[in-house]
C-alpha cells in the first residue's frame, strides 16, 4: 500500500464529498478521517487484483471506485454535500470504495473452487470443502456448461476447457460478488466502522450489498439511524446515490483501449460491454440532466447503449420514486436535504460514426427480428403442433410429477417424511366440465410465476434456478417438462384456467397461498391472495364444448387417463362422480406386450413366440417384449417354402407357390397366384399378408409418448427415431431413472440423438441376451446369421456383436 499511498490520499483530496467531510471532523472527529483513508487505501490495494480473474469483463479497480465517488458529488450537488450528516458522508465515501471488494475474492477460495473441475477433489480443511460447495452448487446449475467441458476434455482440447472454466468462475465472481462484500466487511472490519462510540458496520455492510438486489429494497434501511445526539443518517439515501453512482459510471475509461487491444476478449457479455463503454466519448451528469455522447462504428453497439440507457430510465424511474417519499420525509424531520434526478437519460449525442464526407457509416434502425405475438401463441397451442387437444392432459401430468419429484429430493434432504400424491378429476361445476390436477409438490410462488409460468418457452427445469435447487437436494430424476409452452396446450380445450397454489421454501416455510385465474391465452392473469394451506398446485381447466372427454364415460374416461401415465413414480387418483382407481409405481407390471396381440400377429405352426422380460432399473428399461421368430423343423430361417405347384393351362405352365419370410419388423406371406377374367383371359397376381407386425407403447419416465417406433416410411418425419430389427416385435417400455431421450417441442415424438442411439443399443442388448438363454446354443447361433444377413442397423449389430 505504501507504494501508492500517497497518490491514492491525494485523488482522495481532490473529492468534495471527502474534504467537506475532512473540514466538518477537523474539531473532534479526526479519527473518522483515519478511519476512511485506512479503509481506501486498504479497497484501492485489494481492487488491483480483481482483473486477475475478472480480465474480460469492464473494470471494476480502483479507478472505477473514485469515478463512483465524483458520480455522487455529481448527482447529490455541492449544496446537498455541505448538509449531510458526517456519518452520511463518512458512508458516501466508504461505500464508493468497497461496494465491488467482493470482486477480488482471496486466492485460497479461487484455488477451491477451481477444485470443483477435478475429477476426485481432495480438500486440506473443511472450510475449503465448505467453499467449494458454494462453487459447485452455481456450477451444478449450469448443465450445459458441465457437459461442454467435458466434451473438451474428451476431445483433448484442454485449452477450451479451461478457457470455459474460466469464464465460469468469473461469472460467478460476478454474481455473488454483493453477497462477498458483505463477507469481506465481517471478516476484516466488524466492529472498526465506527462513529464516535455507534458501530456502522452493520449499515455500512448491508448499504453495500443492497447495490446489487432490487432498488426498493432500499426502503428496508432506517430513514433516520440515530448515530449520537442530535447527529442522524438516512441509509436509503446512501444506498440510492451508491446505486446511480455505480450504474451511471459509464464511459471509455471503464475500458482503456490500449488494455482491450491486449486482453484476450471472447466472451459474448464481456464483448458486448467492452465496445458499449469503449463509444462513450463524454457525458454531462447533474441534478437536471443525464447526457451520454458516443460515436457508434456498428450498430449493434449503438443498440447496446440505447439498451443500456433503457435499463437506466427505469432506474431512475424507481430511483425517483424512492428519492420523493425520502425528500417528504427528511422535510418532516425539518432536514434540508433535497435530492432530485431526472426521469429519463438525454440521448441526443448517442450518435452513428460518421465518414471523411460526414455520411453516416450506417444506417442505424433499431431493427431485429419480433416475434407476432398472436401468431406464435395460435402455433403453439394449436394442433398442427400438439397432433391433439388431449396433450392438455398430459402436460398437466408430467408438471406435477416433477414437482412432485423435486419436493421429495428436498423433503428427504431436509430429513422430513412425505409422501408424493396427485389427483385427476373430471367432474361437472354449475354449467361447465372442470378437468381438474392436484398435487402436493413443491408449488409455486410469485418469483416462479413471473419468471416460468407466465413466460412462454422459460422452462422452471431448464433454467439455473432448477439445476441449482437440484444439486443443493440432491434430486436424483430427470424432468419429463422442459420445453416451457405445455401451460398453453391448456387452450386448446378451455377458456378458463384457475390456478391455486403455494411454494415450499424449506422445513416447514413456505410462501403465502396464491389464487391465479386466466380467461384465455392473451389475458391479463388475475392474481389474489389464495386460500392453500399445504404446498402444491391445484390446475382446473373450465373446459369448452366438445372437449376430447365429453363424450367419453367414466371407465373410458379412467382408461385414457391410464394411457398416459403407464409407469407412475408414485401414486397418482383418478377420479369421476361415482368412480376413483389408482395407479402407481406397480402398476406398470400389469402391462405386458403379448396383450397388444391382435389381427395383425397370427398363430401359425412355423411361428414360435417368445416373451422376454425387461426389467434394468440400473439402465434405465423397464417393460417386457414379445418376439416372432420363424422355424422350420425346429430350427430359425429367414424364409420358409410353404408349397408350390405348376400348373398347365391351354398349354402355358403357371407356377403356384406360396411362402413366408422373416425381415424387417415383420413376418409375411407371400403367394402368386391365377385369375381368370370375364373374357377368359388368365391373369398372374401377387399377394401379401402378415402373420407378425412390430407395435410399440412407450413413455418417458413415466409419461407416454404418442407415436410408435416402427413408423411407416411415409408417416416418418425428419429426425423421427426408427426401429429397423430383422424380426418383428411387440415393445411395451418405460425409459427410466437417469436415462433420458429427446424429443421434439410437443412430446409426442423422439428425436434422432447421441441419447437415442445408446438407448437402441442397450434396448437391443438386452433383449438379444434374453433371447440367447431362451434357446440352445446352436440355435441362437444359426439366429445370430439370419440376423446379420437379413439387416443393415449398425446400432443393432453393434449390439448383437455383445452377446457372446
Avoid at 398472436?374 to 408430467?398: C, F, H, N, P, W
Avoid at 407378425?692 to 413415466?702: D, E, F, P, Q, T
Wanted: aromatic letters at 10%; a negative charge.
Amino acid at each position: 500500500m505504501d507504494d501508492y499511498k500517497e497518490e491514492v490520499i491525494e485523488r482522495l483530496n481532490k473529492s468534495f464529498i471527502y474534504k467537506t467531510l475532512k473540514e466538518k471532523c477537523k474539531e473532534k472527529d479526526s479519527e473518522v478521517i483515519a478511519l476512511v483513508d485506512s479503509v481506501v487505501l486498504y479497497s484501492y490495494s485489494r481492487a488491483k487484483t480483481i482483473i486477475k480473474h475478472m480480465g474480460e469483463f469492464t473494470l471494476h479497480d480502483g479507478e472505477h471506485l473514485f469515478r463512483v465517488l465524483n458520480l455522487m458529488e455529481r448527482i447529490l450537488t455541492s449544496e446537498n454535500v455541505q448538509k449531510l450528516s458526517i456519518p452520511e458522508l463518512q458512508l458516501l465515501v466508504l461505500s464508493a470504495m468497497m461496494h465491488d471488494i467482493g470482486m477480488a475474492p482471496e486466492e485460497k477460495d479461487v484455488l477451491a473452487w477451481k477444485k470443483v473441475f477435478d475429477y476426485k477433489p481432495e480438500f486440506e480443511s473443511e472450510e475449503e470443502k465448505n467453499t467449494s460447495e458454494k462453487f459447485k452448487r452455481f456450477y451444478s446449475s449450469r448443465p450445459d456448461d458441465k457437459k461442454k467441458i467435458s466434451d473438451y476434455i474428451f476431445q483433448d482440447k484442454h485449452s477450451k476447457a479451461d478457457t470455459l472454466k474460466g469464464y465460469l468462475i468469473t461469472e460467478f465472481i460476478r454474481i455473488t460478488h454483493a453477497e462477498r462484500a458483505r463477507e469481506i466487511i465481517e471478516k476484516d472490519w466488524e466492529g472498526k466502522i465506527l462513529f464516535r462510540d455507534v458501530d456502522l458496520t452493520v449499515e455500512f455492510a448491508q448499504i453495500c450489498f443492497s447495490h446489487n438486489e432490487e432498488a426498493l429494497s432500499l426502503l428496508e434501511l432506517d430513514k433516520n439511524f440515530l448515530c449520537g445526539s442530535g447527529i442522524v443518517a438516512c441509509l436509503p439515501l446512501i444506498g440510492l446515490i451508491l446505486r446511480l453512482a455505480d450504474v451511471l459510471d459509464f464511459d471509455g475509461k471503464r475500458t482503456p483501449p490500449v488494455l482491450f487491444s491486449h486482453l484476450y476478449v471472447r466472451h459474448p457479455v464481456s464483448l458486448s460491454e467492452w465496445n458499449k463503454h469503449r463509444a462513450i466519448e463524454a457525458w454531462e451528469i447533474n441534478p437536471d440532466m443525464i447526457q451520454f455522447g458516443a460515436k457508434c462504428s456498428h450498430p449493434a453497439i449503438e443498440a447496446s447503449i440505447h439498451e443500456f440507457c433503457n435499463f437506466i430510465d427505469k432506474e431512475l424511474s424507481i430511483c425517483n420514486n424512492i428519492i420523493a417519499s425520502l425528500n417528504e420525509f427528511n422535510l418532516s424531520k425539518a432536514r434540508e436535504v433535497k435530492v432530485k434526478f431526472p426521469y429519463k437519460v438525454n440521448r441526443e449525442k448517442i450518435q452513428t460514426k460518421r465518414n471523411i464526407k460526414n455520411k453516416p457509416i450506417y444506417i442505424y434502425r433499431d431493427t431485429k427480428f419480433n416475434l407476432s405475438k398472436k401468431q406464435v401463441i395460435d402455433l403453439l397451442m394449436g394442433t398442427k403442433l400438439y397432433g391433439s387437444s388431449e396433450v392438455a392432459l398430459r402436460e398437466l401430468l408430467q408438471n406435477s410429477i416433477d414437482a412432485c419429484l423435486l419436493r421429495q429430493a428436498q423433503e428427504q434432504k431436509w430429513g422430513n417424511p412425505y409422501i408424493p400424491e396427485i389427483s385427476v378429476k373430471y367432474y361437472k361445476y354449475e354449467d361447465d366440465f372442470v378437468l381438474e390436477v392436484s398435487d402436493n409438490g413443491t408449488g409455486m410462488d410469485q418469483y416462479i410465476i413471473d419468471n416460468y409460468y407466465s413466460k412462454i418457452g422459460s422452462s422452471f427445469y431448464k433454467s439455473a434456478d432448477f439445476y441449482s435447487l437440484k444439486s443443493e437436494s440432491n434430486a436424483d430424476f430427470s424432468p419429463t417438462s422442459r420445453f416451457g409452452i405445455g401451460i398453453l396446450s391448456c387452450f386448446m380445450v378451455a377458456d378458463t384456467l384457475w390456478v391455486d397454489t403455494k411454494r415450499v421454501y424449506a422445513p416447514h416455510k413456505s410462501s403465502e397461498p396464491l389464487n391465479v385465474m386466466v380467461e384465455g391465452q392473451e389475458s391479463i392473469f388475475l392474481i389474489k391472495e389464495g386460500e392453500r394451506e399445504m404446498p402444491g398446485t391445484t390446475t382446473k381447466l373450465f373446459l369448452r364444448d366438445q372437449n376430447p372427454w365429453e363424450r367419453l364415460k367414466e371407465d373410458e374416461f379412467i382408461k385414457s387417463v391410464e394411457t398416459i401415465i403407464p409407469n407412475p413414480p408414485f401414486k397418482i387418483n383418478i377420479l369421476t362422480e361415482s368412480q376413483k382407481k389408482t395407479k402407481d409405481e406397480n402398476s406398470f407390471q400389469e402391462v405386458v406386450a403379448s396383450s397388444m396381440k391382435d389381427f395383425s400377429w397370427r398363430e401359425h405352426d412355423n411361428i414360435r413366440m417368445f416373451d422376454i422380460k425387461l426389467d434394468n432399473q440400473k439402465e434405465g428399461i423397464l417393460g417386457s417384449a414379445t418376439i416372432a421368430i420363424l422355424e422350420s423343423h425346429g430350427k430359425p430361417v429367414s424364409r420358409l417354402e410353404l408349397n408350390s405347384r405348376d400348373v398347365e393351362i391351354e398349354g402355358e405352365t403357371y407356377t403356384l407357390e406360396r411362402s413366408i419370410r422373416i425381415s424387417e419388423n415383420s413376418i409375411s406371406e407371400s403367394s402368386k397366384s391365377i385369375t381368370i377374367n370375364d373374357d377368359g383371359d388368365i391373369n398372374e397376381g401377387d399377394s401379401t399378408s402378415e402373420f407378425a407386425k412390430s407395435k410399440s407403447r412407450l413413455s418417458l419416465h413415466g409419461i407416454e409418448i404418442p407415436s410408435s417406433l416402427f413408423p411407416q416410411s411415409w408417416r416418418r418425419k425428419n429426425n423421427q427415431v426408427k426401429i429397423s430389427w430383422p424380426f418383428p416385435l411387440l415393445l411395451v417400455v418405460d425409459v427410466c431413472g437417469q436415462r433420458d431421450l429427446d424429443l421434439n417441442s410437443p412430446r409426442t415424438e423422439i428425436i434422432m440423438s447421441e441419447k437415442w442411439a445408446d438407448f437402441e443399443e442397450k434396448l437391443a442388448t438386452l433383449i438379444c441376451l434374453s433371447l440367447s438363454k431362451l434357446v440352445e446354443p446352436d440355435y441362437w447361433e444359426n439366429l445370430k446369421e439370419i440376423f446379420k444377413k437379413n439387416n443393415k442397423n449398425e446400432i443393432f449389430l453393434k449390439a448383437l456383436e455383445k452377446i457372446k
